[in-house]
């Protein structure tokens, strides 16, 4: 499980409010996020992420009820709002994020602070956000998932059936000289490849949920996707037969991987067919058009590099347990070992 939701998060989550705005009236390193319809100049604040001794914190809007309710329910983390004068205090509540909030608390409070200011608005006003909101609200129909490092962690695809053949030290002794920029990624897989000749490809379906250390709530995310009615693929560099097993596993509705060929059930240690980082968008977009879906329709989620062509080209990316310069690509960014977390921006 996470330890805790962070700022970035925070900050993410809140500007998918409609009318959403970052603004920098009393830091310029801290924002305060502030919801405005087109028609005004002026916004009100809802949320206030700052950091205080250290710690992370942020500032929310509430009615007095609610302060109260979560105050007395969270007394060591959420108190009166720290930035705020004696007579404006019951009207916010200040959250330590210390991770004894949950974060599904976090976001409910987040909604709550976001309507409560929407609410002090002009009847007008408010009509005007609403049809915003019916404008953007788009249609969801597939979610594309990398595999290594977003579905799993530590064990990565091609990594796995290395471990499986013995050829763990060796394989990581490939990935010391790719991480040298001795080799570049797809040198490194095409020698890794030679390391699990003449395994059984069963034995991955075999080994994968005890070895491959998937991330948590997998199938919730699935079966509630498919509950919307929601398509999601897995789609990886690394071996498409461990991209079968898990999108067997768990009920993925497809996969793409490089094929790694097998005679009578056995790898041979080549490569048939290297699915590239460019060849990803290929592969969402033959998914999308056997199945009458469009780019803005998709939603990308991956970690590294290799997923920033796919974010490109889906109308929404959420980059997961990422480096700095793939979250900068992405629409949303999450670190988190439970997948669940992602749900309130697919959903």
Do not use: W
Request: aromatic share 8%; net charge negative.
């Amino acid at each position: 499980m996470r330890n805790r939701m962070t700022l970035q998060e925070i900050t993410d989550y809140c500007l998918t409010k409609v009318g959403a705005y970052l603004d920098y009236p009393f830091s310029p390193i801290f924002p305060v996020i502030k919801v405005k319809a087109p028609s005004q100049e002026k916004g009100r604040i809802f949320a206030q992420p700052f950091i205080l001794r250290g710690k992370e914190n942020v500032t929310l809007n509430c009615r007095p009820d609610s302060a109260e309710y979560y105050r007395s329910i969270y007394p060591k983390s959420v108190t009166r709002g720290y930035h705020c004068p004696p007579v404006q205090q019951p009207h916010f509540n200040t959250v330590n994020l210390d991770g004894s909030v949950p974060d599904d608390e976090i976001r409910l409070m987040i909604d709550h602070a976001y309507d409560v200011v929407v609410a002090k608005f002009p009847k007008y006003v408010q009509r005007e956000l609403n049809e915003l909101r019916e404008q953007s609200q788009q249609t969801i129909r597939l979610v594309s998932f990398d595999l290594d490092d977003t579905l799993t962690r530590e064990i990565h695809s091609v990594l796995l059936p290395c471990i499986l053949n013995g050829k763990k030290k060796e394989c990581l002794a490939i990935d010391k000289q790719e991480e040298a920029g001795e080799l570049d990624y797809i040198s490194a897989d095409y020698l890794k490849a030679k390391l699990f000749t003449g395994l059984a490809e069963s034995k991955i379906r075999e080994s994968f949920l005890e070895i491959a250390k998937p991330l948590d709530n997998i199938q919730h995310v699935v079966d509630k996707l498919h509950e919307l009615g929601i398509k999601c693929i897995v789609i990886t560099v690394g071996p498409k037969q461990v991209a079968q097993v898990v999108c067997d596993i768990y009920g993925f509705d497809g996969y793409y991987g490089s094929d790694y060929e097998t005679d009578n059930g056995m790898f041979t240690g080549q490569i048939l067919n290297y699915l590239s980082a460019d060849s990803k968008v290929e592969c969402v977009v033959d998914f999308c058009a056997r199945n009458g879906i469009s780019p803005d329709e998709c939603i990308a989620v991956g970690d590294g590099a290799t997923d920033i062509p796919v974010f490109d080209h889906c109308g929404i990316s959420i980059a997961i347990n990422a480096k700095s310069e793939v979250k900068d690509r992405a629409t949303y960014s999450v670190d988190t070992l439970d997948l669940a977390d992602l749900l309130p921006y697919i959903t």
